[in-house]
C-alpha cells in the first residue's frame, strides 16, 4: 500500500489547511517584526491574539462541560480515588487477618 500525498490530501482536506496554518504560523513567529510592520499590522495582530484566545477559552469551555457530562471530572476522580482507597484497605485488612489465623493455627 502506498501512501500517495495527493489522496492523502484530498480525504483529509481540513487536516491539511490546519497543517498550512500551523507551519504559517510558526514561520512568523520565527521572523522578527520590524517597526513598520508593528506600525501598520499591530491592531490586526492585537485583534487576531485577542480572538485566539476568545476562541482557546470558548473550546476549553465547551471541552469542559462535555467531559463533566460524561462524568469525567475532578470530583468524579476524587470520588473513585477515594473508593478505590477503601477497597484495598479492606483487602490489605482481610490479607493481614487470613495471615494472622495461618500463623496462629501453625
Same mark, same amino acid.
Given at each position: 500500500?502506498?501512501?500517495?500525498?495527493?489522496?492523502?490530501?484530498?480525504?483529509?482536506?481540513?487536516?491539511?489547511?490546519?497543517?498550512?496554518?500551523?507551519?504559517?504560523?510558526?514561520?512568523?513567529?520565527?521572523?522578527?517584526?520590524? @517597526?513598520?510592520?508593528?506600525?501598520? !499590522? /499591530?491592531?490586526?495582530?492585537?485583534?487576531?491574539?485577542?480572538?485566539? #484566545? +476568545?476562541? $482557546? %477559552?470558548?473550546?476549553?469551555?465547551?471541552? @469542559?462541560?462535555?467531559?463533566?457530562? !460524561? /462524568?469525567?471530572?475532578?470530583?468524579?476522580?476524587?470520588?473513585?480515588? #477515594? +473508593?478505590? $482507597? %477503601?477497597?484495598?484497605?479492606?483487602?490489605?485488612?482481610?490479607?493481614?487477618?487470613?495471615?494472622?489465623?495461618?500463623?496462629?493455627?501453625?
Amino acid at each position: 500500500m502506498t501512501n500517495d500525498p495527493k489522496t492523502t490530501l484530498e480525504k483529509n482536506p481540513l487536516v491539511t489547511v490546519l497543517g498550512g496554518i500551523a507551519i504559517g504560523a510558526i514561520g512568523a513567529a520565527l521572523l522578527p517584526k520590524t @517597526k513598520r510592520e508593528d506600525k501598520h !499590522l /499591530g491592531g490586526i495582530g492585537r485583534n487576531m491574539r485577542g480572538r485566539a #484566545r +476568545d476562541a $482557546a %477559552a470558548a473550546a476549553k469551555d465547551v471541552g @469542559k462541560e462535555h467531559l463533566d457530562n !460524561l /462524568g469525567l471530572n475532578r470530583d468524579a476522580a476524587t470520588s473513585q480515588l #477515594r +473508593d478505590l $482507597a %477503601a477497597k484495598l484497605g479492606k483487602a490489605a485488612t482481610a490479607a493481614g487477618s487470613a495471615a494472622a489465623e495461618a500463623a496462629r493455627k501453625k
